[in-house]
């Protein structure tokens, strides 16, 4: 199927598993991760619908930004360092990987000079995977407190959530479940709490029966990625 077709079919899909958990479909925002995807891909899945598209790595932000010509907004929900905060900061409006006072402090320092308030997301790491970066569910509270301290020009809008990679996505609907009950947790806490980021290709529909309201999704979309292809300079 095309772009636009598997866009189609993933909408549907969304469609029926927010209404099994009582909520709106347009309550469920569809990132599109276009990692490894060139301009033109990117492009249709737009013009499908699409408004707003993420990347894993700053270097792709910065080699692709330029070439897209219709509007979207761009989100980074990879790892990332610190010394690399100053050539995105002017470029997503979100930032999903969040994990350290550190990562924060720089984020703000960055942000105030730019003139803005950059929104974030602190990622979880529930199943404590050492592959995966993350906070502990368990640090997160005292994490987001530290943020809403001392980082004037951050804001923490929610939690962004990665699960381990099961063929029956059933496995991983107990890390769903904790991250959201830790996400309903801070919520009383931080009025600008708005999104839970759980769910792609392979586990989207069961992250969004466990109150996921941001999933992101490229091979669905896309296709298997080129990992041989080679983007930014990398």
């Not at 991760?33 to 033109?40: A, R």
């Not at 009025?191 to 529909?205: I, K, N, R, T, V």
Request: hydrophobic residues 40%; proline residues 4%; negative net charge.
């Amino acid at each position: 199927m095309s772009i636009t077709e598997n866009i189609s079919e993933i909408r549907a899909r969304m469609a029926r598993a927010a209404e099994k958990s009582g909520r709106r479909p347009e309550d469920v925002l569809l990132i599109a991760v276009t990692k490894l995807h060139d301009p033109d891909e990117m492009e249709e899945a737009i013009r499908a619908g699409v408004t707003d598209i993420a990347e894993n790595k700053v270097q792709e932000i910065q080699h692709k930004f330029d070439q897209i010509s219709l509007p979207v907004r761009w989100h980074l929900i990879g790892h990332l360092q610190t010394n690399k905060v100053k050539y995105i900061i002017d470029k997503v409006v979100m930032i999903h990987s969040v994990d350290s006072l550190k990562l924060a402090q720089e984020i703000d320092k960055r942000a105030g000079a730019a003139g803005k308030v950059m929104d974030v997301l602190i990622q979880v790491n529930a199943a404590h995977e050492e592959s995966k970066f993350g906070a502990d569910p368990k640090d997160v509270p005292q994490l987001a407190a530290d943020i809403a301290a001392g980082c004037p020009n951050v804001r923490i809008r929610g939690l962004m959530h990665i699960a381990p990679y099961a063929e029956d996505p059933e496995e991983v609907r107990p890390y769903f479940r904790e991250v959201k009950a830790l996400y309903d947790e801070l919520a009383g806490q931080y009025p600008d709490f708005a999104y839970l980021s759980m769910g792609m290709s392979h586990d989207f529909e069961t992250a969004i029966e466990e109150g996921a309201n941001i999933i992101r999704v490229g091979t669905s979309i896309f296709g298997e990625r080129d990992y041989t292809r080679k983007m930014g300079g990398e």
